[in-house]
Structure formats: structure tokens, C-alpha cells
């Protein structure tokens, strides 16, 4: 088993990643003082009757309406339940674990309030590998997600461990625990906050991080069966353009297409490639800053406190201040806008499809198949890639923009981040697939060149990758399989081609 990741101040989007793919996550001392410390704050809070949202008072338009003693443990619960509206499918396993850990991260921040049993029935969770179901629509913001999470903490709601769904009793039974009884403030904090967008948004970072790199790999290849102009990555001509994200791409093009006899015999042949050729590095390059800004998005995201209240001040004088931290728009105008960056590198990945594929530009033969005329080859696989980029064309509209008006006009403002996140993610799987379509149809290109000139040595390798786990296309069986399995490598790292 690998270390346990020790969480201190908060994680890192890169972090959050690790622990959703299975790595073990810790509490320092010091983020465990900080949660016993606010949890103080609530008990004093409660005590002295110091008015405060959440903890003795009803959520939403119920704000005023003041709760007892008494039922403020019932208020907890009742949050719970009354929020789990979640519809639909469920996430999968590795999205739910990085909302775990965003939750968890918050409230190590030490301005929440939960007793540190709480957070350590969500450590248990990931320790044990025990997956809340928890489904994905439903939510504007940030509340049901959350709740289908703290029904199993509580011994509600459904959960699948080593393979079998559980009740959510039955899953605190295996893990040999009983079900939480929430306390003041707890009900609140477990559904409050931006976790949830902000666990899929660290998802969503890691695959388009592998994404961006498969890219400039699969357009190289495109651009050497294509004999494209190679002059058009020089250094100096890029370096004209402001940009850390065009240096990048142009320097990794250059690298993966080093030594091509296919580029150096074409060298001149053409006064300019097509854009989708030749504006590799400009798109893609623009698609790596925008991830850039996007990480920082994300990691400022961890670092913040996102719960409402937050408390702060003393035991003998406890604060409870409401705002809007748990309003996320900076990550909903961020997955809006990668989103789109993905849509757009994804689009011009089905155009380097389209002319691999047409003989009237391609030089090579129609639709790549091997017996033309019996044969379809890749006629319809591009007729997918297609569909693939209408579709992400229509998520790419921005969700951070849907507004809505909810409790009572109480909440009549909404930033949907985590429906950005949720639309992102699907946007990458699409993304995904037209890459892997590219991916084959290079790859298929290659041998069907009218000549053998060696390819570059980064390009070779990538092809006798693709050789080793999936054979020549002769229309000989489903094509589909084979877009999948080429996805499925997609989802490993590519070669390094410093």
C-alpha cells in the first residue's frame, strides 16, 4: 500500500487525485487540534444561545425561524435526510472518493465545527473502501451530493464495498461502527461548502492534464502522415506569440517528430499546411494556459473555508459568521471554460480525422481501409467523432450561467458548479474517444503510406503501442471495440518525448 497522503493545511488538486485512485489519507496533529478547536466554538455556541445559522436556527428561507436545544440534533438530521434528493445514476467510485477528500480537507481547515468523529467516519469511508452511492443530478450547487454521503454516516442510504451494495447500516456494520447521531451544526456542514465540485474538478484536472499530452502526441502523428510543413514549430516563429502554453506544445511537437525522413522529404513541398495542421500549437497551447489558470482555480479552492457559518473568536465569545463561501463561482466559471478549451482541441482532433480519412487530401486510400470498395474502413468512425464533437458543442454551454431561483427567493442566486464539473467531466470522456479515434486512424495511416520512410523515433514507439495492444483494422470486426480500447490506453501516461 502506498503512504498515506498526511493533510495538514489543505491538499492539493493533484492530491485530492491520488486519494480518489486509492491513496490513504491522514490527519497531521495539527489539522486534528484545529477540528476539536471549532468544534469548542459550536458547544459554547449552543450554551450561551449566540443566535447562528445552521446551529440553532432553520437553513434557507427558515433562517429566522429560531431551533431549541432540544431539536437541534433533530435539525442535523432532518438537513440530511431533506437533502438527499439526489436522481439519476450514480457516480463513480473515484469521483465520490475525491469529494470525500475535499469534505474532509474543509473541514480541516478548523472552521466548521464537526466533532472530529465525524471526520474520522469519512476517513473510515476511504480507508475501507466504502463507496456512498450517490446520485449524480440533482444538485444547483453543492447540497444533495453531500447528502448521499452523510446518509451512510448515519446509517441510512446505500454504499457498495468489496463488490456488493450495502444499506447504509450494513455498511458501518462491516466497517464494525454504528451510526453517527449529528450533533448541532453537523447536518449543515456535512452538506455545505464546494466539495463536491471541487473533488470533480481535481478529477477533472488530472485526466485533461494526460489528455493535453496525448493530444500533442496524436496530432504529431496525424502531422507526419500528413508530410505537414515542419518549419511552422520553430522556435523563434512561436516565441513571437506571448505564451507558456504555445512554447510548451511547440517544443513538445519538435521533440516527438525529431529525425522523421517522412517530414524531412516533405520539407517545402507546400507553401502552408491547413489549421488544423499547422495550429496545433496555438490551440493546444491555449487549452494548457487555460488549464493552468484552471489548477490554480482549483488549489485556491482547497485552500479556502467554504462552509457557512464559519466560526471563529473564543470559547467565551464565539463568532458565528454567515456569508457566501460556499458559493462556488470560481470554480463554475472555471469548468465552464476549460470545458470549452477541451471542446475545442477535441474538434480540431475530428478534423485531422476527416483528412486523414479523405483520399481528396490525404494521398493516402479511401478511408484508410484496407480493400477499398468492400471495405468502409474509418468512413464511419469519423461519422462518430462527428456526433462527439456536436455533443461537446452543446455541453460547452456555460452552465454557470443557467441562474435559477431557489428557497423562497432566499437563494436567488445559483453559480450550478457542480453541474460545470459534472458536464467537464463529460466533455473529457468525449474529448477521450475522438483523441483515440485520431489515435487509430494514425496508426492505420502509417501502413498504409505509399512509401517506407522511417517515422520519427517518438512516433515509431507510440505506433508499435497502439500495434501491441490492437491489430491492423480490416474491417473484420466491430471498429468500436477497438476506439474503446484505444480510449482505455489513453488513460495511462504517454511518452515522454524529453
Not at 478548523?110 to 468523529?117: D, I, L, Q, Y
Request: charged share 20%; hydrophobic share 45%; with cysteine.
Amino acid at each position: 500500500m502506498s503512504q498515506p497522503i498526511l493533510l495538514d493545511r489543505s491538499l492539493s488538486w493533484a492530491q485530492v487525485g491520488e486519494v480518489a485512485a486509492g491513496t490513504p489519507l491522514a490527519l497531521s496533529d495539527g489539522a486534528q487540534a484545529r477540528i476539536r478547536a471549532a468544534r469548542t466554538l459550536v458547544e459554547s455556541i449552543v450554551s450561551k444561545g449566540v443566535r447562528a445559522y445552521g446551529v440553532n436556527t432553520g437553513v434557507g428561507a427558515l433562517c429566522d425561524v429560531v431551533i431549541p436545544e432540544s431539536k437541534q440534533a433533530e435539525l442535523s438530521r432532518n438537513i440530511v435526510m431533506s437533502h438527499a434528493v439526489g436522481l439519476g445514476p450514480p457516480l463513480e467510485a473515484t469521483a465520490v472518493r475525491a469529494i470525500i477528500a475535499a469534505a474532509i480537507n474543509n473541514f480541516a481547515h478548523g472552521f466548521s465545527g464537526v466533532r472530529p468523529v465525524v471526520v474520522e467516519r469519512l476517513l473510515a469511508l476511504l480507508g475501507s473502501d466504502c463507496v456512498p452511492e450517490v446520485p449524480a443530478g440533482g444538485s444547483v450547487g453543492y447540497l444533495t451530493h453531500m447528502a448521499h454521503i452523510a446518509l451512510v454516516l448515519i446509517g441510512e442510504g446505500t454504499a457498495r464495498s468489496r463488490g456488493r451494495r450495502l444499506s447504509g447500516a450494513e455498511a458501518l456494520q462491516s466497517m464494525q461502527l454504528a451510526p453517527l447521531v449529528l450533533g448541532a451544526k453537523e447536518g449543515l456542514s456535512l452538506v455545505n461548502g464546494t466539495p463536491c465540485a471541487t473533488g470533480l474538478s481535481a478529477l477533472a484536472l488530472g485526466r485533461t492534464q494526460r489528455l493535453l499530452d496525448w493530444a500533442d502526441v496524436v496530432a504529431a502523428m496525424t502531422f507526419e502522415n500528413l508530410r505537414g510543413q515542419i518549419a511552422v514549430f520553430d522556435a523563434d516563429a512561436l516565441g513571437l506569440r506571448v505564451s507558456a502554453g504555445v512554447a510548451r506544445v511547440g517544443e513538445r511537437l519538435r521533440a516527438i517528430l525529431r529525425g522523421s525522413a517522412i517530414l524531412r522529404q516533405s520539407a517545402g513541398g507546400r507553401t502552408q499546411d491547413p489549421l488544423s495542421l499547422r495550429a496545433v500549437p496555438q490551440v493546444h497551447g491555449a487549452a494548457r494556459d487555460l488549464f493552468a489558470h484552471a489548477e490554480r482555480v482549483v488549489d485556491d479552492e482547497l485552500a479556502s473555508v467554504t462552509d457557512n457559518p464559519v466560526l471563529v473568536g473564543t470559547a467565551d465569545e464565539p463568532r458565528a459568521l454567515s456569508g457566501a463561501n460556499a458559493v462556488g463561482a470560481a470554480l463554475g466559471l472555471m469548468a465552464d471554460a476549460l470545458g470549452i478549451a477541451v471542446a475545442e482541441m477535441a474538434a480540431m482532433s475530428e478534423r485531422r480525422v476527416d483528412r486523414l480519412v479523405n483520399p481528396l487530401v490525404s494521398g493516402l486510400p479511401a478511408f484508410l481501409a484496407t480493400d477499398g470498395g468492400a471495405g468502409s474502413g474509418f468512413m464511419i468512425a469519423q461519422y462518430t467523432a462527428v456526433a462527439l464533437v456536436a455533443d461537446n458543442r452543446r455541453l460547452a454551454a456555460p452552465a454557470s450561467l443557467d441562474g435559477g431561483v431557489t428557497s423562497g427567493l432566499q437563494e436567488d442566486h445559483l453559480s450550478h458548479a457542480t453541474p460545470s464539473a459534472l458536464k467537464l467531466l463529460k466533455i473529457i470522456d468525449n474529448a477521450e474517444f475522438i483523441v483515440a479515434i485520431e489515435l487509430l486512424a494514425a496508426a492505420q495511416a502509417y501502413e498504409l503510406q505509399r512509401d517506407s520512410l522511417p517515422r520519427a523515433a517518438q512516433t515509431d514507439a507510440v505506433y508499435r503501442r497502439v500495434r501491441a495492444l490492437i491489430p491492423q483494422f480490416r474491417d473484420d470486426r466491430p471498429l468500436g471495440v477497438d476506439i474503446q480500447r484505444a480510449r482505455e490506453l489513453l488513460g495511462r501516461p504517454p511518452p515522454d518525448p524529453s
